[in-house]
C-alpha cells in the first residue's frame, strides 16, 4: 500500500510526481475498478497514467489501472500476481477495508479465496469509522 504502490508504478515505468497538495489524513470516494468506493489518502507523490490498462516490461500480460480520468492520479493496480493501492484499506477513513483488501488480494492471486474470509464480529463495523 501507499509507499509499495509507488515503488511498482516506477519499477512498471509510470510516472512519479509530487503532488501540489499532499493527500494527508484525505477521505475521497473513488470508482475502483468498477465499484465506488470510500478511500483514505495520506501520500505527497503519485503515480500518473494516462490509460486504464498498459503493458509492462516486467508485468505478465495486461496491468489495470484505477485512476482519477481528469489528472490520471493512480489510485490502484492490479495484474497478473499483484495488485497495490495508492490508498489505505487498513485506515479508519476507508470504508470496508477489510472487503476491499480481500478483493485486492483475490486480484493478485486467483487461487485465494480473501474475500471469502470471515472477519471476527465487530471488525467490519470498526473498519468503516
Known amino acids: 500500500m501507499c509507499f509499495g504502490h509507488q515503488v511498482l508504478s516506477g519499477v512498471l515505468d509510470l510516472p512519479l510526481r509530487r503532488r501540489i497538495v499532499p493527500n494527508q489524513g484525505t477521505q475521497r470516494e473513488i470508482n475502483l475498478f468498477g465499484t465506488r468506493r470510500r478511500v483514505g489518502f495520506c501520500n505527497t507523490f503519485e503515480a500518473v497514467c494516462g490509460s486504464d490498462r498498459f503493458s509492462a516490461d516486467l508485468a505478465t500480460g495486461t496491468v489495470e489501472v484505477c485512476r482519477d480520468r481528469g489528472s490520471g492520479a493512480v489510485h490502484a493496480l492490479r495484474g497478473q500476481g499483484f495488485a497495490a493501492a495508492q490508498f489505505h484499506p487498513e485506515s479508519v477513513l ?35 469509522r
Open 94 to 128: 476507508t470504508t470496508d477495508g477489510p472487503v476491499i483488501l480481500g478483493e485486492l488480494l483475490d486480484a493478485a492471486d486467483g487461487s485465494l479465496a480473501w474475500s471469502q474470509v470471515r472477519l471476527p464480529a465487530g471488525a467490519s463495523a470498526l473498519a468503516g
